[in-house]
């Protein structure tokens, strides 16, 4: 009597090939197929986590220059503006206690006029020194500005040695002179913030002239 073997349907795997998870015929191709998706999908990923990582250690070194470039050039800005302002301090201090020893201008009085001589002294200082490199086109508009804001910072200056005068008596020159200097250092705060903003304004970068496009038949050529 034959025996009856094992009998393979098409597209259902054998035995042995059911045990080690293989298929034949189309169900094969299909699962095949489905399980390189599955190692291109897993691979894609992969490199994608890698190069997302990378960009972004890529980036991280590429903006600690930047900031240390902005750094340095606020450093830089603020050395110059303080070497124009201590020359404008001690403009101011000895004006104000030339006059204030010399005539019988009141304490106030003989403050603002050293004041108005310390901002005259300063537009040179800053124009011609510490942002000589700053818009030059616009001369009219600079100086007024500048004698705008010299103005509020006058106010800022000598409303402290008035307060200090006439609010609590300090009006010895000892005190007229502490006062004073307090006046200045907050004065020159509001300053270096306006004259940096709006005054000495910084050159804007000019714009990348594009090339013009000649259309084909403006230039002659038969194609």
């Known amino acids: 009597m034959p ?5 393979t349907l098409p597209g259902y795997p054998s035995p ?8 034949s015929g189309p169900v094969g ?19 994608a986590d890698r190069t997302g990582l990378s960009d972004l250690m890529t980036a991280a070194p590429t903006q600690r220059p930047a900031l240390r470039e902005r750094l ?11 070497a124009v302002g201590g020359v404008g301090l001690l403009v101011n201090l000895a004006v104000f206690n030339l006059v204030r020893h010399t005539t019988e201008l009141q304490v106030v009085r003989a403050s603002i006029l050293a004041t108005v001589v310390a901002i005259a002294c300063n537009y040179v200082g800053f124009r011609y020194f510490a942002y000589r490199d700053r818009d030059k086109s616009r001369r009219t508009k600079e100086l007024t500005l500048f004698l705008l ?24 020159p000892l005190q007229s002179n502490v006062f004073k200097f307090l006046g200045i250092g907050v004065a020159t705060l509001f300053r270096f913030w306006s004259y940096r903003t709006w005054v000495f304004r910084r050159l804007q970068p000019e714009p990348a002239a594009v090339p013009e496009l000649v259309p084909e038949a403006e230039t002659g050529r038969v194609t």
């Open 3 to 7: 025996t009856t073997g094992n009998v």
């Open 72 to 82: 340095f050039l606020l450093t830089h800005e603020i050395a110059k503006f303080g």
């Open 149 to 172: 804001f010299s103005a509020v910072g006058l106010v800022i200056e000598n409303g402290v040695l008035y307060t200090a005068t006439y609010g609590f008596g300090w009006d010895g």
């Open 16 to 23: 042995g090939a059911a045990r080690s998870g293989g298929y």
């Open 29 to 47: 191709a299909v699962r095949g197929a489905a399980d390189d998706f599955t190692d291109e999908t897993a691979s894609s990923t992969e490199h």
